[in-house]
T-cell receptor, first 114, second 115 residues
């Protein structure tokens, strides 16, 4: 069973569209994250949620809106997609915040905006 | 602010040989955690090894070990008996002990194991 699963794995869409990426973890973790990996492979956090509460919101355009219906799910919705949004988006989770809890990643969702 | 530097964009190693990947970091924190993640062509981020800064003993996981030098802020990864399946991008990452669990990543080292 996949611990952190995200769908879709591949997404090609046109500029201006709205799209969502879904994420679910079955590890019983309290904390979930979205990371973005750009074309140069650099990974950076976008958001983190702890028990459905937003904890980290890095400098991300407000076109990106995370939603956590429960602590096992953290979805990412993107409005008015732009070419620069093309990247791999990783969902991740950890048991809780602080104390160096290891972060476990999903397989990534490769978004291409044309 | 925390920064993580991986000065080797690409490396290669012969199968069965040993290779060391470098990582340095900059922080004013005293307690923190360090990680190495592997990203094979499948793109999944896989945890390789982690080190707690308060532990002097270097972490090991089978063929993977680290050389953690706290004073020098250095955290290198040694892969022994390299296998073809070790071919991947390797990312060094830093996490503070307190507060939000934010991983700060280096820019990665692409390792190729040559048969």
């Amino acid at each position: 069973d996949t611990a952190v699963s995200q769908t879709p794995k591949y997404l090609v869409t046109q500029m201006g569209n709205d799209k969502s990426i879904k994420c679910e973890q079955n590890l019983g973790h309290d904390t979930m994250y979205w990371y973005k990996q750009d074309s140069k492979k650099f990974l950076k956090i976008m958001f983190s949620y702890n028990n459905k509460e937003l904890i980290i919101n890095e400098t991300v355009p407000n076109r990106f809106s995370p939603k956590s219906p429960d602590k096992a799910h953290l979805n990412l919705h993107i409005n008015s997609l732009e070419l620069g949004d093309s990247a791999v988006y990783f969902c991740a989770s950890s048991q809780r915040m602080g104390s160096g809890n290891t972060i476990y990643f999903g397989e990534g969702s490769w978004l291409t905006v044309v | 602010a925390q920064t993580v530097t991986q000065s080797q964009p690409e490396m290669s190693v012969q199968e069965a040989e040993t290779v060391t990947l470098s990582c340095t970091y900059d922080t004013s924190e005293n307690n923190y955690y360090l990680f190495w993640y592997k990203q094979p062509p499948s793109r999944q981020m896989i945890l390789v090894i982690r080190q707690e800064a308060y532990k002097q003993q270097n972490a090991t996981e089978n063929r993977f070990s680290v050389n953690f030098q706290k004073a020098a802020k250095s955290f290198s990864l040694k892969i022994s008996d390299s296998q073809l399946g070790d071919t991947a991008m390797y990312f060094c990452a830093f996490m503070k002990q307190a507060g939000a669990n934010n991983l700060f990543f280096g820019t990665g080292t692409r390792l190729t194991v040559i048969p």
